[in-house]
């Protein structure tokens, strides 16, 4: 029987004549599931707590055998229960015995029941509970009975989280004093040592049944538009940040606060009987639900952009600000979430380090903190139930590792590692208007790779002789609509004029696969690594192709102009974009549009089809650039994301060596310019094993360059050529004990 013969007003009004009671809290949880039964019309409706050692026990019950009260334990990730703690995310099936997490536990007397819907009991943004309904007969119960069931489990989170149940939920712990080192994913290179500051936690909803409908309407509507209208101020703000992409972001988060479905839900929200507040957590909790349902890494950055909205209504519901003075000098950040909007609130100058609980790559808060140069971790499991305010802690970002509370000894390790790091970047720096040419006369390019504006100053700290990779999809992925042709020429204007005349190297618009730009229509691929990404968008799409061509002729017009063409593994593909191009030279013509003074086109060879192809394609272009990640990844077939095998194949095996001597050889044969860009060219043993094989251009992360420039100070290239070429001709796993020994030898800088 649906839901909707019970509105929801009436299932929130038992519910606040329960919580208004003077009964005891065990009293009010058996109270609580008998009116959840009666106004679902579920036969069975049960209460299950997560106690500190991760086990669910069964606290309340309507329908199974009331021993089981107290008496059933289930264990952490245990049966479906299990699955949705563990999820965090609603479970709804017709028929709960076909699922294989089904666990049958004889004692509840369950047998009888098909259908079955859980929902987690969600407090501080942690499952601290499970909430069920079953039914004999099978159907999958409604949407509405779903919303439902998540306000009647926002409620019971604040009863269970409270401590009315006393030893039930640890999540409230003492001073911690163990040292503990936590992995995570960097997203920045860096050091930092200092204090860890905890991010804002969330406003606590301490009322959630409204007395006044239409008052508490009017807050709502209030706030939205204080909302609305910081966020405008901090658009229009003259000392906030005015690169392209900080706009990109704050135009991102204004539109989410100006969506016209976010304001209704919560307006329902209301008018079903809940406070402003409870509405927007209510809301907040449903679309961060259905957002990471989507099983999509875009669209579970976005929930954490609805996560930073939903925060900032709340303080404004409440009056309450940002304590951001409380910052200490270094400070070292750590949040479970933060959107940019968030990050930018705090005063970079006393900013160290960031690390986010979950978070990922593509995420608007981790390009806003590229632009504060900070060491950035994300994905770093459990941090927040570690860490607490004012803990020392050191984040190296090299290794990924994050530690917590430092013993006094790592301490002094870090910080012996710090100076060492300050000496060798000031020497780096004193390299920065050095050429770097070998001891055998042998002149290097050594660029840096980029993809957002505020990655240009780096050209000039770092040294680098210009861009060899500039990405122009990070643009792409953090507007909220495809930009424009003039909004694209400016971008590559301002790129060219902060380059002040060195290369740069565009690569055109590399999207699809795990690049999801949320304006373009999905295609749900099994492998869209190896699917429609890159230059098969373009084609099939050669608007797009287009509009970002003419945007780069006229950003660049009087001037060079090099465009890379990605994921190239045919001739006709080339020939395809290559005819797009001149279409839009000749309208640039016709329209008498001044053109760039020289057009370069090149390739990336980074599928292992284009290697046997070399003769034919590289006559047609002007430079090609090895992208050693894709290559190598696809030459071993190993992931280089996936940790069992990315390891398992070293870049300086004889094999990856051997197609890349042969890629520097059809290039100099054809007299091609040629390059190689990806993580092989920022490691100095690497590196000097790409000058080896003939190489002369390689291009990788800023950081980087001043390390390789030392490398390539002290290296004879003649000497190198000599040694390498019969390692490379045997069949061997590495060669990268022998390079070292070379190294040593020859005291190479590495």
Not at 261 to 290: F, I, K, S, Y
Not at 349 to 367: D, Y
Not at 471 to 498: G, W
Request: hydrophobic share 45%.
């Amino acid at each position: 029987m649906p839901w909707t013969q019970r509105p929801p007003w009436v299932l929130i009004r038992s519910l606040r004549a329960i919580m208004a009671s003077a009964s005891e809290p065990q009293a009010k949880l058996d109270s609580i599931v008998k009116v959840i039964a009666s106004n679902m019309i579920a036969e069975v409706s049960s209460i299950y707590v997560r106690l500190p050692d991760e086990s669910l026990e069964l606290f309340a019950t309507e329908g199974l055998k009331k021993e089981a009260v107290h008496a059933l334990r289930m264990k952490k990730g245990e049966g479906l229960v299990g699955l949705i703690a563990d999820w965090g995310q609603p479970i709804n099936l017709p028929d709960a015995q076909k699922h294989p997490s089904f666990s049958y536990k004889p004692e509840t007397g369950e047998e009888n029941y098909h259908s079955f819907l859980g929902v987690p009991i969600v407090r501080e943004r942690r499952t601290i509970g499970v909430l069920t309904v079953q039914n004999k007969i099978e159907r999958r119960y409604t949407t509405e009975e779903v919303e439902a069931l998540e306000t009647t489990a926002m409620v019971l989170a604040e009863l269970i989280g409270s401590g009315a149940f006393a030893g039930a939920v640890s999540h409230s712990p003492g001073r911690r004093e163990t040292s503990v080192t936590i992995k995570g994913t960097p997203l920045a290179d860096g050091l930092a040592l200092g204090h860890i500051a905890l991010h804002e936690p969330r406003p606590v909803v301490l009322k959630f049944f409204a007395d006044n409908i239409p008052a508490e309407l009017k807050r709502l509507e209030d706030a939205l538009e204080r909302l609305k209208d910081d966020i405008k101020r901090h658009l229009e703000h003259e000392d906030s940040p005015q690169d392209s992409e900080h706009q990109a972001v704050l135009e991102a988060v204004q539109m989410l606060a100006n969506d016209k479905g976010w304001a209704r839900r919560m307006r329902d929200a209301v008018m079903a009987g809940l406070t402003a507040e409870a509405a927007v957590e209510r809301v907040q909790q449903n679309m961060r639900t259905q957002l990471m349902k989507v099983g999509d890494d875009f669209w579970r950055e976005r929930s954490h952009d609805i996560d930073d909205l939903s925060t900032r209504l709340l303080r404004t519901l409440q009056g309450q600000e940002t304590h951001v003075e409380r910052l200490p000098n270094d400070a070292i950040l750590v949040a479970r979430n933060m959107g940019a909007a968030e990050l930018l609130s705090y005063d970079p100058r006393k900013l160290r380090g960031l690390v986010i609980e979950e978070g990922g790559a593509t995420s608007h808060v981790s390009i806003v903190a590229r632009s504060f140069n900070l060491a950035v971790l994300v994905q770093v499991p459990d941090v927040l139930s570690i860490a607490d305010h004012g803990d020392p802690a050191i984040l190296d970002a090299a290794t990924g590792q994050f530690h917590v509370r430092p013993s006094l000894e790592l301490i002094r390790a870090y910080a012996d590692k710090a100076r060492f790091r300050a000496r060798r970047q000031a020497r780096f720096s004193k390299l920065r208007h050095v050429q770097a040419i070998t001891k055998d006369g042998e002149r290097v390019l050594l660029n840096m790779n980029a993809g957002l504006t505020v990655d240009l100053p780096h050209l000039y700290q770092s040294g680098a002789d210009g861009i060899g990779l500039y990405r122009t999809e990070l643009q792409f992925m953090v507007a909220s609509r495809f930009p424009k042709m003039e909004e694209q020429r400016k971008t590559y204007n301002r790129i060219l004029d902060m380059a002040g005349g060195r290369r740069v190297i565009f690569r055109s618009l590399d999207v699809g696969g795990d690049k999801v730009l949320p304006y373009l229509r999905r295609v749900k691929e099994e492998n869209p690594a190896l699917g429609w990404r890159a230059i098969r968008m373009s084609l099939d799409r050669p608007a797009l192709f287009r509009t970002q061509a003419r945007a780069l002729m006229r950003a660049a017009a009087g001037r060079e102009l090099s465009l890379m063409l990605p994921f190239i593994a045919d001739v006709s593909e080339l020939l395809g974009a290559k005819a797009l191009i001149d279409k839009e030279v000749e309208h640039a013509k016709k329209h008498s549009h001044e053109l760039p003074s020289e057009m370069r086109v090149g390739v990336m060879v980074e599928i292992p089809a284009i290697l046997y192809q070399l003769d034919q394609i590289l006559p047609l272009v002007d430079f090609i650039s090895v992208g050693s990640n894709d290559l190598l990844q696809f030459l071993f077939a190993a992931d280089r994301e996936n940790d069992r095998v990315a390891r398992r194949f070293d870049p300086l095996h004889s094999s990856a060596l051997k197609v890349l001597r042969e890629i520097a050889a059809k290039a100099i044969a054809h007299k091609t310019d040629f390059a190689l860009c990806g993580e092989m060219a920022g490691r100095p043993v690497d590196a000097m094993a790409l000058l080896g094989l003939g190489f002369r251009s390689i291009s990788m992360a800023p950081a980087s360059v001043g390390p390789i420039k030392a490398m390539v100070l002290s290296l004879d290239t003649k000497k190198l050529g000599e040694m390498l070429n019969g390692l490379v001709d045997g069949n061997c796993s590495t060669i990268r004990r022998e390079l070292t020994e070379f190294a040593r030898k020859e005291n190479i800088d590495i």
